[in-house]
């Protein structure tokens, strides 16, 4: 589960299992498997490491070889 930020403020909680895509348009735009979209105040670099730094919590490390949306590779 990764925190987001919806466009009035509010703070919500994220299956990052159900994202399906997240694009600027030019707000954040977060697709769910379910069909639910949902848009964010948070970037799209944002949502992409924190799912990324949630799946690496989940599977206790983080994949050597996927490089974090600011260019660094952990």
């Known amino acids: ?4 930020t919806k466009l009035n403020g509010d703070q919500c909680i994220l ?7 997240v694009e600027s348009t030019p707000d954040t735009l977060v697709s769910l498997t379910t069909g639910r979209k949902l848009m964010v105040r948070d970037s799209v670099d944002d949502v992409v490491r ?3 730094e949630y799946r690496g919590r989940i599977r206790g490390a983080y994949p050597v070889s996927v490089p974090l949306p600011d260019g660094d590779a952990q």
């Open 50 to 52: 924190r799912s990324i």
């Open 15 to 21: 299956n990052a299992d159900l994202i399906e895509m």
């Open 1 to 4: 589960m990764i925190e987001v």
